[in-house]
């Protein structure tokens, strides 16, 4: 085969990789774009959850709206968006709701139990933070966490 023919060979393998490429970008491109509806939602639902859950697990006396919004989300749309990590860190927060102490202000009870809630508030925003980031770049979530992105 003459250099001629190696060249041309070569350039013409070069300009079907780069014009694959492309489609393949498209492709993934297009994925985002389809599902971005859906995750602006899922991103909002979960930004009410946390913040929710932040003033109810730093409050000795939460708000009864507050409560009656977690349980809202709990019961409602959480369950349209929610895989496992988000769902463990719900119903666990949900658990600790349910087991709030009754006390005086400042008691040890009272205090551990905040405590308590404040870790599980902050494992639900971790939750939210990994599933938001794996649905939207895979590749965004492997360099920014430790763990990879497991489809549910």
């Known amino acids: 085969m003459s250099a001629e023919n190696w060249i041309k060979s070569f350039v013409a393998l070069v300009g079907l990789a780069t014009f694959l490429f492309g489609i393949v970008k498209f ?12 995750l ?61 102490p009754s006390g005086a202000e400042g008691s040890k009870d009272v205090d551990a139990h905040l405590s ?4 599980k508030s902050l494992a639900l925003a971790h939750a939210c933070r990994k599933e938001l980031s794996c649905e939207w770049s895979p590749a965004w979530a492997l360099f920014n966490q430790a763990e990879a992105c497991q489809s549910s």
């Open 27 to 38: 492709i993934q491109v297009q994925a985002v774009e389809a599902e971005k509806p859906y």
């Open 40 to 100: 602006e939602r899922k991103l909002a639902w979960c930004e009410q959850a946390v913040e929710t859950t932040a003033r109810i697990s730093t409050s000795v006396a939460p708000a009864q709206e507050d409560l009656d919004r977690f349980w809202q989300m709990y019961w409602g749309v959480m369950g349209l968006i929610e895989k496992e990590s988000i769902t463990a860190a719900m119903v666990d927060f949900g658990r600790s709701l349910n087991s709030l």
């Open 116 to 119: 308590s809630l404040q870790g």
